[in-house]
């Protein structure tokens, strides 16, 4: 009898752990920055390759933690003392970026531009899919490179805080590290 009920007792524990949901394992994140040109390119890495970038019309201070599935941080600006507070939620279902507050889904783009000229900023989404990008300095001043709203973004932030408007001629953006 007593075998018959540690038998019970343990068939019903296998059964209770082989039905929990231990969900998809968790997503490893990291932050990282870069100044291209006269801007800060503040970036969320997803696993091995770029989740989300949010450009910064000014040189700054960025700062940031990263853990299983998010990043958060900020960037302060060098002038003028602007902060942008940044997060970044990656999961296997959804996954979204909030700038200052306001959340944006990162299906629908995951580069950002914040020109800080204006009272209040302004963000701008761009509908630009990251895959393919390593998580890496180099990828960023490629995507740099690449988008033309990246680009005329770099090389107005480069020209001051006259209009955002698109300018003639591609930007020549370095990397500082």
Same mark, same amino acid.
């Given at each position: 009898m007593?075998?018959?009920? @540690?038998?019970?007792?343990v068939l019903?524990?296998?059964a209770g752990?082989s ?8 997503i ?5 920055w870069?100044?291209?040109?006269? &801007? ?11 989740g989300?970038?949010?450009?910064v019309?000014r040189p ?5 933690e990263a853990?299983?599935?998010q990043?958060?941080?900020e960037v302060?600006t060098n002038?003028e ?11 296997e279902?959804s996954?979204?970026?909030? @700038?200052?507050g306001k ?6 783009g995951a580069?950002?531009l914040?020109? &800080?000229h ?6 701008r989404?761009?509908?630009?899919n ?6 890496a300095p &180099?990828?960023v ?5 690449n988008s033309?709203?990246v680009?005329a973004?770099v ?5 001051g ?5 698109s ?5 020549v953006?370095?990397i500082?590290?």
């Amino acid at each position: 009898m007593l075998r018959k009920t @540690i038998l019970s007792i343990v068939l019903l524990v296998i059964a209770g752990l082989s039905s929990c949901d231990k969900g998809p394992p968790p997503i490893p994140v990291d932050w990282k920055w870069v100044w291209v040109g006269s &801007t800060t390119a503040w970036y969320a890495t997803r696993d091995t390759v770029l989740g989300a970038v949010v450009w910064v019309d000014r040189p700054g201070q960025p700062s940031g933690e990263a853990s299983w599935g998010q990043a958060k941080g900020e960037v302060k600006t060098n002038t003028e003392g602007i902060v942008v507070k940044i997060e970044c939620h990656f999961g296997e279902d959804s996954s979204t970026a909030t @700038i200052d507050g306001k959340s944006y889904d990162l299906t629908k783009g995951a580069v950002f531009l914040v020109s &800080t000229h204006q009272v209040p900023y302004q963000v701008r989404q761009l509908p630009l899919n990251l895959t393919g990008y390593p998580a890496a300095p &180099t990828a960023v001043q490629a995507l740099a490179n690449n988008s033309p709203d990246v680009a005329a973004f770099v090389a107005a932030a480069a020209a001051g805080p006259a209009p955002t408007t698109s300018p003639i001629g591609p930007p020549v953006p370095q990397i500082k590290h």
